[in-house]
């Protein structure tokens, strides 16, 4: 299967849409907290809601998780 | 399972707990798994609620029947993860490996089983025994889960516990197993995860360079984890018992590998995936739950602020519909014939001893209890957006409006009810995780409208404006909504640097609210009311009442009204004289004594009633000004103690009180003049 290799910010991702995650920029305490919530390189994560400002909504190994569009924005994936 | 690795280390420990008499039970769980119905479940109302030493954070523990003996039962902080994001992670750490519970009941949710597992895994680490409890089967089934506890037993090591907490179901069974490994019985070999391997090599490394520094009660493997993770507090303890050269080439390491921590949450989510691959069937990916058709109205940005609003203006209706008339009947028909009565048999008493008990504690701390009513129906319907899952949604509809004081949704919750009172709204921004945002939170709380503020206002409002009232009404609290919005923004840029605090918040399912729950969540924080009222109210109320006593009993020529004397030059710039200050003054233990303390100073007007009398001593402008300051005036007594109470400084608290002050005089100086200017 061809990869092309599309990073983009979790913030862009479209509702509906599935990504997986490649690195955090954040800071290391805010990344922390992600990673406890299941935000790991390489999970699958899905777009629940996202209008484009303001907060959003992802499900992460089956949990739904809101992220301020600043947190999201800071979190790769492909 | 050929990677597992059955740890030797963690055998049960049951002398420290049996000797002492009574066993110590832990429970942990991540928030939303149903660990406090489980709580509620086994302690009923022989729980008590206080703080764990020197911090704000609640410490829940109570009495139990455990198969016949009496056992205590901990209920340790809902955390994520066992790093120390947060005071409530190192605090339930810290119990497990200081305290040494005799078992620890993991609490997880079977709906939700690869995220509620992460802290299982942090748990295992601990060397602690442990027992899982399988939660929330019922949900697990609505959402179309399958869920096998035996292959998940034998894919962990430890015992698993099938349970619906919120039905009572499995946990005479839980407390069997709970039994059972407390006396050392049944296997007990949990497989420990491992660190993504390609961090294998360093961990070891770490733990080679501090084994025999590592200090007690810490286990060794776990130390090199958290100092792998980042973990402040573990990073901090290990710089000061490393000698400095061990601790530089440590440093150097863990500079090396900064990103190691994803390296070991990752080896724990691929060890959760390995157990929950062999015992979880899962539906198809991609149908909509009700959670999710729900959310498309909740938490959508338009409609979900009109929901808000809407569930909002309900939780006032019923305030205002049943509570008020409460209030207002308990108040004529308990606190007056009491005071009456209490005054009819101390007629023998000298005349300060009567007044102190009628007017001093009957009078101050009775119209603080009256308000009780109006607090419970607003800790119900709280408690009940709460446990069906609809705060989350508040919170994230809230989301954009609080970025402009540099806040986030989760600060909404707190400041929602302060609208009933600013006590509970203070001690609510406990669930704020970022010490800023709650320190900021806590400095603009006052000034959500309070109920007690609401009555002055629809007493005074009416006399004045008539058929405008109402208008005048919701312009006072659209006023003290943009006072706090603004003051917020400003104390964001001064005082915080404009810094935002990440805003990540898990969106829980929708369930059916339990009512045990609700109860017992009402009834613990009006017990704390109450509590407030018997202590702290009632010193001030003592005191304010001693000053309008002393020296002569003439409220006229006291103490207090030399002090409003003295003071109304400020007055003087918002149209008051020295009875409206003194008045303003009285309203420090309770808002509402504004108006009792007006009742007295115009005791003697020849006119009908009070309200009368007030339009006609004074101007419009003079009554909108009263009414602004009264909005804005200093936090009530009882906000101020559990301000110094949550923030554990005098410093903040003073800054809270001289902040309303100054918002005070300012607005209503500015509103004083603009009406005069006006001509209103």
């Given at each position: 299967m061809p990869e092309p290799s599309t990073r983009k910010s979790l913030s862009e991702l479209a509702v509906g849409e599935a990504a997986i995650v490649h690195a955090f920029q954040g800071g290391r305490a805010v990344n922390n907290r992600l990673a406890s919530l299941g935000f790991t390189p390489g999970v699958q994560i899905t777009m629940?809601?996202?209008?484009?400002?303001g907060p959003l909504i992802v499900i992460v190994r089956g949990t739904r998780v809101a992220l301020g569009r600043g947190e999201a924005s800071q979190i790769i994936v492909e | 399972m050929s990677d597992c690795h059955p740890s030797v280390t963690a055998v049960p420990s049951t002398q420290a707990s049996l000797t002492t008499g009574t066993p110590v039970i832990a429970l942990a769980g991540q928030p939303n798994m149903g660990k406090s119905t489980l709580f509620n479940l086994l302690t009923g109302l022989n729980q008590h609620v206080g703080n764990w030493p020197g911090k704000t954070v609640e410490r829940r523990q109570g009495t139990f029947d455990f198969n016949g003996q009496p056992a205590l039962l901990v209920d340790l902080p809902g955390t994520y993860s066992l790093t120390a994001n947060s005071p409530e992670e190192v605090i339930a750490r810290e119990f497990i490996l200081r305290e040494k519970p005799a078992v620890v009941v993991a609490v997880v949710s079977a709906a939700n089983l690869e995220r509620s597992m992460y802290l299982v895994a942090e748990l295992a680490a601990l060397e602690a025994p442990l027992v899982v409890a399988l939660n929330m089967m019922d949900v697990a089934e609505q959402e179309g889960i399958v869920v096998d506890a035996h292959v998940l037993e034998a894919a962990l090591g430890l015992p698993v516990v099938p349970m619906i907490a919120s039905r009572a179901v499995g946990v005479k069974d839980l407390l069997r197993v709970v039994e059972k490994v407390m006396m050392g019985e049944g296997t007990y070999s949990p497989c420990l995860p491992e660190i993504r391997p390609d961090h294998q090599e360093v961990l070891e490394k770490i733990r080679a360079q501090i084994n025999g520094y590592v200090?007690?009660?810490?286990p060794l493997r776990w130390i090199a984890l958290k100092l792998l993770e980042g973990d402040v507090e573990v990073t901090r303890f290990m710089q000061s018992a490393l000698p400095p050269a061990k601790w530089d080439e440590v440093h150097q390491i863990l500079m090396a590998h900064d990103d190691a921590f994803l390296a070991v949450a990752s080896g724990r989510y691929e060890w959760i995936g390995r157990i929950v691959r062999a015992a979880v069937r899962q539906p198809r990916v991609g149908q909509i739950g009700l959670t999710g058709r729900l959310d498309r109205w909740a938490a959508h940005p338009v409609w979900g602020l009109i929901i808000l609003a809407a569930v909002l203006g309900l939780v006032f209706w019923l305030t205002f519909t049943i509570g008020s008339p409460l209030q207002q009947w308990l108040d004529e028909n308990a606190v007056a014939p009491l005071a009456g009565w209490a005054g009819d048999h101390l007629a023998w008493a000298p005349f300060w001893l009567r007044g102190m008990v009628v007017d001093g504690i009957i009078g101050g701390v009775g119209s603080v209890l009256t308000f009780l009513p109006i607090l419970v129906i607003f800790f119900a319907a709280f408690a009940l957006l709460e446990d069906v899952g609809y705060m989350a949604r508040a919170a994230y509809v809230m989301d954009n409006v609080m970025h402009v004081m540099g806040l986030h949704g989760k600060s909404f919750l707190p400041l929602f009810l302060g609208f009933g009172c600013n006590v509970p709204a203070v001690m609510g921004t406990r669930v704020i995780d970022s010490p800023t945002a709650r320190l900021l939170t806590i400095l603009i709380a006052p000034l959500v409208p309070c109920t007690a503020r609401m009555a002055v206002v629809a007493f005074i409002a009416p006399a004045f404006f008539g058929r405008n009232a109402t208008l005048v009404t919701w312009g006072m609290v659209l006023l003290s909504l943009a006072a706090l919005v603004g003051s917020g923004a400003l104390l964001n840029k001064v005082l915080f640097k404009g810094q935002r605090s990440a805003f990540i918040m898990e969106m829980p399912l929708y369930h059916i609210p339990n009512l045990r729950t609700i109860g017992l969540l009402v009834w613990q924080r009006s017990i704390s009311f109450v509590k407030k009222a018997g202590t702290a109210i009632l010193a001030m109320s003592l005191l304010v009442w001693a000053l309008s006593y002393l020296p002569n009993g003439d409220l006229n020529t006291s103490l207090l009204a030399r002090l409003g004397h003295f003071l109304e030059p400020v007055g003087r710039w918002m149209g008051f004289d020295w009875r409206l200050t003194v008045a303003l003054i009285t309203s420090f233990p309770a808002k509402e004594n504004i108006i009792a303390t007006l009742g007295v100073l115009f005791a003697n007007s020849p006119d009908s009633g009070l309200a009368a009398t007030l339009a006609s001593t004074f101007s419009t402008a003079t009554a909108l000004s009263f009414l602004v300051v009264t909005m804005l005036f200093i936090p009530c007594m009882a906000t101020v103690a559990v301000t110094k109470q949550e923030t554990n400084s005098w410093k903040w608290t003073l800054i809270s009180i001289f902040l309303m002050l100054g918002l005070s005089i300012a607005g209503g100086t500015l509103v004083y003049h603009l009406a005069m200017w006006t001509g209103v």
């Open positions: 629940i809601q996202n209008f484009g400002w | 200090p007690d009660p810490y």
